[in-house]
């Protein structure tokens, strides 16, 4: 079976520096975050970024339980082309969103064990996310074997374990945030060799 070549989020970019370095490296995905966090961004903000982010990277923002209004007045700008929602919203609300929308959408799953990806597993999202249940940290990659779904593996993931993440899991993206950063902002070093590494793997 030939294998499709992984795919890269950088997530998290508040800084022209930060769209610059994703320009020059290139992954598939960038994540700017609308929900409350050190990285959080203004919608202000976010569309200046977009502007100078290469047309053939995909803009996705996250959202913890955001007013679905808000949401799409932001895809309808032009501001990102897919969705990421970290909340508690329902199955119900991502219908609704794809009702109204045909961007992609991304349910983030927080995973312990393989209960929990078993239950989001049926999800209407187009894509799962899987992360541990602490923001930022991993889980036992070997829970999201076979899971029959394509999925976005995040928490805890640096250029330093990007390569074994990637022949455990075999996912359809890898996500990383924090792992890419020294003193907090984003480090065009490490954002470099986590795509290097995971697309070498």
């Known amino acids: 079976m030939v294998m499709s070549m992984i795919k890269v989020k950088i997530c998290g970019l508040s800084r022209m520096c930060d ?3 994703v320009n020059r490296e290139h992954p598939e995905y960038a994540g700017f975050v609308f929900a409350p966090s050190q990285r ?25 339980n955001e007013p679905i ?11 990102i082309d897919a969705v990421q929602l970290h909340g508690s919203e329902t199955e119900n609300y991502i219908e609704t969103l794809k009702r109204i929308t045909d961007a992609p959408i991304i349910r983030s799953a927080a995973v312990s064990d393989r209960d929990d990806i078993e239950k989001i ?7 799962l996310l899987l992360e541990g249940r602490i923001r930022g940290k991993g889980f036992e990659w070997k829970l999201a074997e076979d899971i029959g779904r394509r999925y976005f593996l995040a928490g805890g ?21 924090g792992g890419v950063e020294t003193d907090g902002q984003k480090d065009a070093e490490k954002i470099r060799e986590f795509v290097r590494r995971a697309r070498d793997a």
């Not at 007045?73 to 501001?79: E, F, I, K, S």
């Not at 597993?121 to 894509?127: M, N």
């Not at 993931?157 to 945030?177: C, F, G, H, K, Q």
Request: no cysteine; charged share 25%; proline share 6%.
């Open 19 to 21: 769209i610059d370095t």
């Open 40 to 64: 959080k961004v203004t919608p202000r903000t976010a569309s200046e970024l977009r502007e100078g982010l290469r047309s053939d990277i995909t803009a996705v923002g996250v959202f913890v």
């Open 69 to 79: 209004d808000n949401i799409i007045t932001l895809l309808h700008n032009g501001v």
């Open 121 to 127: 597993r049926t999800s209407p999202a187009d894509y």
């Open 157 to 177: 993931l640096s250029p330093d374990n990007v390569t074994e993440a990637v022949r455990i899991t075999r996912p359809y993206a890898v996500d990383v945030s």
